[in-house]
């Protein structure tokens, strides 16, 4: 059954993996192609610059009239305005068909005329799905207004004990760490505006705890306490497995970018933040020993209750520019269920939104 879970749990993570490179690759190259059409608005003008400097010049050379200099720049202005035009449609089409598709397909014709279809997760003949149920007509979206991001996040980890300063815990600063991965969709709230999202989604969090000193974490009935360990430790660790489901009304601006068939928003490069909460279940805890005895290493695993509060919930917030932001997130359950002396875990790190 563990062997079983974990293989689960190892293709998901594999599936989330796999789907963020292709979103991924998708977005650069539509980020490419936006470049693009900035640049042939660029290149055009110039050309049109150069043109009527040119004409210029032969006018004052009194090589044509003023009317055929005047006819001329009237000319070269609507072909360079025809050109920016007609290029600007080719890459907006380009854009579409990546919208649309979600991917680059490679579509060949064997000998018989059946056309294949190839594209990262599905197989197409004659642009019928082998693995899904295709649609009579697939249309392209002028407005999507949910999205979906693939999430990770990693930093420090540690706890605040009630009455004490964070100073005065009983775990290492820079040793303690955590972990935490998942999916979110992003949903724009108001229809001509985006500036303000719910994020949403569910996530796998590892929450690290390592005892200063010599010491080790014990059960004694329903309280959970550090104790001296008799050996010498070369490592004492508590982790804590959380699956929890996050909740956020994100803030920002976005770039927006229309063409005739599409509307879409862009947070490349734009500052935002979230404020919201999150909750879940503990869906396991372990600590790990490393020491010697009699001068042999010994490494101890222990997957127990610990008496680990089972409901997790808590405060989260994140601010930054594009993919990369500042993560906070504090758990309103104690670690330790009736504990003498509540404890609750706090995380301070970096997040990516990919």
């Given at each position: 059954m563990k062997k079983t879970t974990h293989y689960i749990f190892l293709l998901l993570a594999a599936f989330c993996m796999q789907n963020m490179v292709a979103q991924e690759e998708i977005k650069t190259k539509i980020d490419v192609l936006l470049k693009e059409k900035e640049q042939i608005k660029?290149?055009?003008?110039?050309?049109?610059?150069?043109?009527?400097e040119a004409i210029a010049k032969r006018l004052d050379k009194n090589?044509?009239?003023?009317?055929?200099?005047?006819?001329?720049?009237?000319?070269?202005?609507?072909?360079?305005?025809?050109?920016?035009?007609?290029?600007?449609?080719?890459?907006?089409?380009?854009?579409?068909?990546?919208?649309?598709?979600?991917?680059?397909?490679?579509?060949?014709l064997d000998s018989l005329?059946?056309?294949?279809?190839?594209?990262?997760?599905?197989?197409?003949?004659?642009?019928?799905?082998?693995?899904?149920?295709?649609?009579?007509?697939?249309?392209?979206?002028?407005?999507?207004?949910?999205?979906?991001?693939?999430?990770?996040?990693?930093?420090?980890?540690?706890?605040?004990?009630?009455?004490?300063?964070?100073?005065d815990s009983p775990y290492k600063i820079g040793g303690s760490r955590f972990f935490e991965m998942g999916v979110t969709w992003r949903t724009r709230l108001f229809k001509n505006s985006n500036a303000v999202r719910l994020h949403y989604g569910f996530s796998f969090q590892?929450?690290?705890?390592?005892?200063?000193?010599?010491?080790?974490?014990?059960?004694?009935?329903?309280?959970?306490?550090?104790?001296?360990?008799?050996?010498?430790?070369d490592k004492s660790k508590l982790r804590m497995d959380n699956l929890v489901f996050p909740v956020h009304f994100?803030?920002?601006s976005s770039n927006k970018v229309e063409t005739e068939n599409t509307m879409r928003y862009y947070l490349d490069k734009k500052f935002r933040f979230g404020i919201?909460?999150?909750?879940?279940?503990?869906?396991?805890?372990?600590?790990?020993?490393?020491?010697?005895?009699?001068?042999?290493?010994?490494?101890?695993?222990?997957?127990?209750?610990?008496n680990t509060s089972d409901l997790i919930y808590g405060l989260s917030a994140y601010a930054g520019v594009g993919e990369t932001l500042l993560y906070i997130k504090y758990d309103l359950n104690p670690i330790f269920k009736d504990a003498l002396v509540e404890q609750h875990n706090i995380s301070l790190g970096l997040r990516f939104d990919l």
């Open positions: 660029v290149y055009e003008k110039e050309a049109l610059k150069i043109e009527i090589e044509i009239t003023s009317l055929d200099a005047q006819n001329l720049k009237k000319e070269a202005a609507k072909k360079r305005a025809l050109n920016i035009e007609n290029r600007i449609a080719i890459i907006d089409n380009k854009i579409s068909l990546l919208e649309r598709n979600g991917t680059d397909k490679l579509a060949t005329g059946t056309k294949m279809g190839v594209d990262i997760f599905d197989i197409k003949i004659n642009d019928k799905s082998l693995f899904y149920v295709s649609k009579d007509k697939e249309e392209v979206k002028y407005d999507i207004r949910t999205k979906s991001d693939f999430v990770w996040a990693v930093g420090l980890n540690n706890a605040i004990v009630d009455g004490q300063s964070l100073d590892f929450n690290g705890l390592k005892p200063e000193g010599n010491q080790y974490f014990v059960e004694n009935d329903d309280q959970t306490e550090l104790q001296e360990f008799e050996y010498d430790l994100e803030f920002g919201g909460a999150y909750g879940g279940f503990n869906i396991g805890t372990r600590q790990k020993l490393k020491y010697k005895e009699n001068g042999k290493k010994v490494k101890d695993k222990f997957k127990r209750d610990y």
